[in-house]
């Protein structure tokens, strides 16, 4: 009976300890890219294109009052005809920043949208997403961390995209 007792008490100990030391750990610095990036190969070379990742603006969105509130999250494409780029992909994801400078993934990283064009290369080309109010918490402040992806090919073979990964941190107030 008591060497089980001892087993019982190193247990929770250990367990103990663990906690103490998790919630001590301080919060780790936050890292933004840019808001506007070239796009570039894997050897770092550019090919003229750039993107941004646009102010966040907030309001209602299609037709209609009946729709609710929401962030709109643009991403905006330009190259230069030379580059020939005819297929784009854009992909995003939406974080809450924390006050402690950590995140909480609200709209996980996926493609919004892919362009391809294969007649005359693509100059200039945009996407969106939107993020209910209701999804940040509602009404007031929300701080939002947007994270893009945005590759531009020559062919649909084309093994080396450019890759442009552009960030907006931004404090938006939902109504």
């Known amino acids: 009976m008591s060497a089980r007792r001892t087993i019982l008490r190193t247990s929770v100990a250990v367990a103990t300890l663990t906690v103490v030391a998790t919630t001590a750990a301080p919060a780790q610095a ?45 991403v905006v494409l330009t190259c230069p005809a030379a580059a020939d780029v005819r297929k784009v992909t854009v992909a995003l994801s939406l974080l809450r920043v924390l006050p402690d400078g950590s995140t909480e993934t609200l709209l996980a990283h996926s493609d919004v949208a892919r362009q391809s064009l294969w007649t005359t290369p693509i100059t200039s080309t945009g996407a969106s997403s939107f993020a209910g109010c209701a999804l940040l918490g509602g009404a007031g402040p929300h701080d939002l961390l947007v994270r893009t992806l945005v590759k531009t090919k020559t062919s649909v073979t084309d093994t080396s995209p450019y890759v442009a990964k552009a960030d907006r941190r931004q404090t938006v107030t939902c109504a």
């Open 30 to 74: 936050l890292w933004v890219r840019p808001s506007t990036v070239p796009a570039t190969d894997a050897a770092g070379a550019t090919n003229g294109c750039v993107a941004s990742a646009a102010p966040m603006l907030v309001g209602r969105y299609g037709t209609g009052a009946h729709l609710p509130e929401s962030v709109q999250l643009p």
